[in-house]
């Protein structure tokens, strides 16, 4: 074999692999969500990255793990009734959460050494794909910084940690999904500056889901398109004062979600009609745009059920694979 189909062959492999660990962190970014909106990110309140790949088995460990948990700030002020077969149901979520967080790593680090090793990596992607593994190792120390602050006396995790956590997801998501544009197009080229602002307002957009959800704002007001029986509230930057409410008044942070999300339409609206020639990407952006916004209404308007919090957490995800595939396009 010659050495240019060769190069193909491992870029073609390489790019299987990403796509793998990518479609993992989609996964890891939905299960993620479903143990904040079910509350069970508390109940496991120690960390061992490397010896914790195993449950408690018997009954005896299940209750040394209780007993961990009874000395927490969620139990004491908030499930002290519970009794073990109860923090069995809060303490499966977040273990398998925690061990898809390992299984992500097994699969971006072994593979990655192997084609170090063979000398398969193309010209110019070593040193962005060791940036994609020291990205993840930070995403572990993460998780847990943020878990540890629900941990003190507070029975719940900072707002601020749990964007940190999510956003850091999200940025290594978009990373790996970047990389395998390169190697697929090999696209020469600067940003546009379109395309890279509206993929910033989407992550924007996405950080600010995680404060309404760090803050369980969506379960108060109920209604759309008036918030607080008003489209604006006359008084929503005042009372409280905008700082520090933008991120820890329950009211503000629902509110700003939801301008922001109008904004998005507005700019998405806008692509599309001067691109909508030239670039057949941002029909599929309008529509998921649009399909987007209709789940955070009804997700809304429903007090958050699970399902569909999760369906609306993937439509994000899914918009922000759009936009960063157009932004990457838009350099040709």
């Excluded at 790593?105 to 084609?115: K, N, Q, R, V």
């Excluded at 995800?317 to 396009?329: G, K, V």
Aim: aromatic fraction near 16%; include cysteine.
């Amino acid at each position: 074999m010659n050495s240019t189909a060769m190069t193909t062959q491992n870029e073609k492999a390489i790019i299987r692999w990403l796509q793998i660990v990518v479609g993992l962190i989609f996964f890891m970014v939905l299960l993620g969500g479903a143990t904040r909106l079910t509350e069970s990110g508390l109940s496991m309140t120690d960390w061992h990255p490397v010896t914790g790949w195993l449950p408690p088995f018997t009954d005896e460990a299940w209750l040394a793990e209780f007993d961990k948990y009874k000395d927490s700030p969620e139990f004491q002020k908030v499930n002290h009734f519970f009794e073990v077969d109860d923090f069995k149901q809060i303490f499966w979520l977040e273990f398998l959460h925690r061990l898809l967080g390992r299984l992500i790593g097994l699969a971006f680090a072994l593979p990655f050494f192997w084609f170090l090793y063979k000398r398969a990596i193309p010209r110019g992607m070593n040193l962005k794909l060791w940036g994609a593994l020291l990205l993840g190792g930070a995403q572990g120390f993460m998780g847990w910084y943020m878990v540890k602050s629900g941990l003190v006396d507070r029975p719940a995790v900072s707002q601020y940690r749990l964007a940190a956590h999510l956003g850091l997801a999200i940025f290594i998501y978009g990373y790996l999904l970047w990389l395998i544009r390169d190697l697929r197009g090999r696209v020469r080229g600067s940003l546009q500056t379109a395309p890279f602002l509206l993929m910033c307002l989407i992550f924007l957009q996405i950080l600010s889901g995680a404060f309404v959800a760090g803050l369980d704002a969506g379960v108060i007001y109920n209604t759309w398109p008036l918030i607080d029986e008003a489209f604006i509230p006359g008084d929503i930057y005042s009372n409280p004062p905008f700082w520090p409410g933008v991120f820890e008044d329950y009211r503000i942070v629902q509110f700003n979600h939801r301008m922001i999300a109008y904004l998005v339409a507005i700019c998405v609206g806008v692509v599309w009609w001067r691109n909508r020639q030239q670039a057949p990407i941002v029909h599929g952006l309008l529509a998921m745009t649009l399909v987007q916004i209709g789940l955070g209404i009804w997700t809304l308007l429903w007090v958050v059920p699970l399902w569909l919090a999760l369906a609306h957490q993937a439509g994000a995800l899914a918009l922000l694979t759009m936009a960063i595939a157009w932004s990457h396009q838009s350099r040709r």
